[in-house]
């Protein structure tokens, strides 16, 4: 057996107590972070809480050699941890898929997501969102300001009235930079209003499943002026606004009157 869990979206407590079981179940736990991680929690913090050894891999050791994670699986029950919710990312589904080609029996238990959190902070309705999107540093995609995909989806969503989901960059050990790299709402806000609007009102989440997680709107160019601490940060471009929305938008996330 394979067992997908997703870890939540803060630290060593955020799994849901069917993950917890399964952790404790597991005759060997792998992780990844390359995707997204714990800002709350290390893989020592993990391993202390889940009374566990966690065997971390790297992108290659998921995408290109994942046979030790289903070797494990298929003489035993082995469990595989990201953050969030675990089916998330494609990579997952491959693995998934893998394990399904050699008779590997896999099951999935869900958790909080950066997506499902981001309507539940800002009070932006969850099916009013259209197509996310993913801003990446501009040194990471080879080019100056913000790749035209991602102004097109933005307004894409917009012209039908939907809200956009911006994931901002992740990068994990990267030859580019000195240990992790994560894009800040900030920064994100910044691009976006030099390259696109910034006038166009954007909200802020940030560090969502933590105690102190930040919801701000403003317009993007004041956004990009503000700090919002540590990471992990997302950022919301809001198209149409129900009443109740931009009610929520003032009284959750201060957003100033003249921008709704």
């Known amino acids: 057996m394979l067992t997908f ?13 069917e993950g917890r079981d399964a952790i404790a179940a597991a005759d060997r736990a792998f992780a990844e972070f390359y995707t997204s991680r714990l800002v709350g929690a290390g893989v020592d913090d993990l391993e202390d809480y889940h009374d566990t050894t966690i065997e971390v891999r790297d992108r290659a050791g ?22 969030g919710d675990t089916m998330i990312s494609t990579t997952h589904v491959d693995l998934r898929l893998r394990a399904a080609d050699r008779g ?8 909080p997501t950066a997506e499902s959190a981001a309507s ?44 956009t989901l911006v994931y901002l ?19 994100a806000a910044g691009l ?7 006038d166009a009102l954007g909200v802020v989440v940030a560090r969502a499943g933590a105690p ?10 004041a956004l990009a002026e503000s700090d919002f601490g540590d990471p992990l ?28």
Not at 104 to 111: C, G, N, Q, Y
Not at 192 to 198: G, K, S, T, V
């Open 62 to 83: 998921v995408e290109q050699n994942p046979e030790p994670i289903l070797d494990a699986a298929e003489d035993g029950d082995a469990v595989f941890l990201t953050a």
């Open 169 to 187: 960059d992740i990068k994990v050990d990267h030859p580019s930079v000195d240990g992790d790299a994560y894009m800040t709402a900030s920064e």
């Open 233 to 260: 940060h997302l950022l919301v471009v809001p198209g149409d606004l129900h009443h109740v929305e931009a009610d929520a938008l003032a009284g959750l996330a201060g957003a100033p009157e003249d921008a709704l």
């Open 212 to 221: 102190d997680a930040t919801v701000r709107a403003d317009r993007l160019g």
């Open 192 to 198: 976006l209003a030099e390259h696109w609007d910034p």
């Open 5 to 17: 869990v997703g870890l939540g979206l803060y630290d060593e407590r955020s799994v849901t107590v």
């Open 104 to 111: 590997i029996e896999t099951r999935v238990v869900h958790a």
């Open 120 to 163: 539940s902070l800002t009070g932006l309705q969850n099916y009013r969102f259209g197509k996310a999107t993913t801003l990446p540093f501009e040194w990471a995609h080879g080019a100056d300001g913000v790749p035209a995909s991602v102004v097109e989806t933005v307004e894409a969503n917009r012209e039908r009235g939907l809200h």
